[in-house]
């Protein structure tokens, strides 16, 4: 998939539409994709991609959780 549709897919786990990523929303967003340790992995995405501390992933560091999602994930996005 592309950055442009990973965000796409990430946005239908945005369950109160504030355009962030919290750590509930990204185990969401973990267990669809079928992942076992979901509390884990969400635990360690917020740990790499938050980089500000806030308990939220924002527009500004999408880019950090792209990298959590392809080295630990296994998805494949393509970056330009």
Known sequence: MTV???KDWLKQFDANGDGR???DELRSAI???GGW???WKSGKGM???DVNGNG???EGEIDNLITFAQK???M???TY
């Open 4 to 6: 442009d549709e990973f």
């Open 21 to 23: 990523i919290s750590r």
């Open 31 to 33: 267990r669809h994709l």
């Open 37 to 39: 340790f979901t509390t």
């Open 47 to 49: 740990q790499q991609a």
């Open 56 to 58: 939220f992933i924002d």
């Open 72 to 74: 630990n994930l296994g």
């Open 76 to 78: 494949k996005i393509i």
